[in-house]
């Protein structure tokens, strides 16, 4: 048999004409990239969702900005501001979240590296004696290499693997922002609770006072014969129970100063680094109508529209483990082996286009597409929940601040009218007119008409607090 010659053209053609059928087929592949039959879902608020939460009855419509950064400081309070940037800070539920979010960027990194080729060296040294053809081979042998692998994401599985990544992780940071919002207003609810306390706790100590000093004068018109014992009893028995009053305030500061210093990431210490002053009225009310559009931007609200997303991505992958799995290989390397026929060394390079698909599981990876897709419908329904417990939150807070608002104006008149009665009972008592227990009386009621206005004032102030942490930041 006579061997046919192929000459060096021929031989170059075939290797072009091979070259071509590569080419072809990668671009084949190419055209189909990111073939993939799933559709992405869009999430969507419940059908029927008002367009506008209006904050006061016939409200006009308004164009109402959310300020998320700095909120606090709509109160003017800088012993606030100190308090809530020493909790964002040192606050332990801030710090790990931080580091879960930290966790995220770390998993979307390592996600994005599927991208890049995966490139390993071998190095192998040897030396053997060994039987051969021509009596025993001794020699010493070698290998050094490197290999390259590379999978083609024409499915867009690993795509869709490094957008759910990065959809989580961006809904992690707005669980983040959603928590400094939260831990912010716990912050300035115990700071205010607190305040509200301490005050109340000298204006009693004001009232005690003003009682002994009654019980004094009563006391002395008892020995008299003036008085009977049943009103010294009575003025005994008031100041009795505004002592217990005392001792369960007392009891009250030291738990919210307990409460404001773990928000602050501490220990209790001996005492909060600032004095009690004046409650100052709170901030208006948002003027007109919230548009929904921006409870749609709250941290938690965006943090579950993020998830669907994230939730879409992976259902996107789960249907593309359908397709065939496609990957080129390539090394490159050199060689040694030493035998009773010589030494055999050069340079080996190899170039591979790999393709695996799995035909059987039993139905496995349709299980696995069923799961993903309920776990999607569930994201959905959360979103939808954040939105309507958005919703309700900034409703309920809204109502809240209006009837706190009432109540503030009816005891701020209660107040001014307890004033002028305690300056006109001390205007008589200069004249000889009333007694200095009736001008006792007038202060005491004077003090809890004080003490009214301030816990009304707390509760305005604390409405303001509500509002902020429902809409997801302070209004402009």
């Not at 490094?162 to 912010?184: C, K, P, R, W, Y």
């Not at 100041?239 to 928000?263: F, M, P, S, Y």
């Not at 939808?384 to 104006?409: G, W």
Request: glycine share 6%; proline share 4%.
């Amino acid at each position: 048999m006579i061997d046919k010659v192929v000459s060096p053209r021929q031989l170059a053609m075939t290797r072009l004409r091979g070259a071509q059928r590569l080419l072809f087929s990668i671009t084949t592949l190419l055209l189909f990239y990111g073939c993939n039959p799933h559709t992405m879902t869009e999430p969507r608020p419940l059908v029927g969702a008002p367009e506008y939460i209006s904050t006061e009855k016939g409200a006009p419509v308004h164009h109402i900005s959310i300020k998320r950064d700095g909120w606090w400081l709509i109160f003017d309070d800088p012993v606030l501001h100190k308090l809530i940037a020493m909790g964002l800070r040192q606050n332990l539920d801030v710090k790990d979240a931080y580091e879960r979010l930290r966790f995220q960027y770390s998993i979307l990194k390592e996600q994005r590296a599927r991208f890049f080729p995966i490139i390993t060296g071998d190095y192998s040294l040897s030396r053997s004696r060994r039987p051969g053809f021509f009596g025993k081979d001794l020699g010493t042998d070698y290998r050094y290499g490197a290999t390259l692998n590379y999978e083609l994401d024409v499915w867009k599985k690993i795509a869709s693997g490094v957008s759910a990544s990065s959809f989580e992780a961006n809904a992690t940071e707005e669980d983040l922002h959603a928590l400094q919002i939260m831990i912010g207003a716990e912050i300035a609810t115990t700071y205010f609770t607190l305040n509200e306390a301490l005050i109340r706790r000298d204006l009693l100590a004001a009232k005690r006072r003003a009682l002994k000093e009654k019980l004094d004068m009563v006391r002395s018109r008892y020995r008299k014969g003036t008085v009977d014992s049943d009103i010294l009893y009575r003025v005994e028995g008031e100041l009795t129970g505004l002592e217990a009053q005392i001792h369960a305030l007392d009891g009250e500061i030291a738990r919210e100063k307990d409460a404001l210093w773990v928000l602050l990431g501490e220990y209790p210490k001996e005492d909060l680094p600032f004095v009690a002053v004046d409650l100052k009225r709170p901030p208006s009310l948002p003027q007109g109508s919230i548009p929904l559009s921006l409870l749609l931007r709250r941290p938690d609200v965006r943090a579950a529209a993020l998830r669907v997303r994230a939730q879409d991505e992976r259902v996107a992958a789960a249907i593309s483990e359908w397709f065939p799995a496609l990957g080129v290989n390539l090394s490159y390397g050199k060689s040694r082996n030493a035998s009773s026929f010589g030494i055999i060394s050069g340079i080996f390079w190899s170039v591979a286009f790999q393709a695996s698909a799995t035909f059987f599981e039993g139905g496995a990876r349709q299980a696995r597409i069923e799961g993903e897709r309920s776990r999607l419908v569930s994201s959905l329904i959360q979103y939808q929940r954040a939105v309507l417990n958005a919703f309700k939150e900034t409703m309920t807070s809204a109502s809240r601040a209006r009837q706190a608002d009432n109540r503030l104006n009816s005891t701020e008149k209660g107040l001014y009218c307890s004033e002028r009665q305690y300056q006109l009972a001390r205007s008589r008592f200069r004249q000889g007119i009333e007694s200095g227990t009736e001008v006792l009386d007038s202060q005491a009621a004077y003090i809890e008409s004080k003490v009214q206005y301030n816990q009304a004032l707390l509760d305005a102030i604390l409405t303001r607090v509500d509002i902020v942490r429902a809409i997801g930041g302070a209004w402009k």
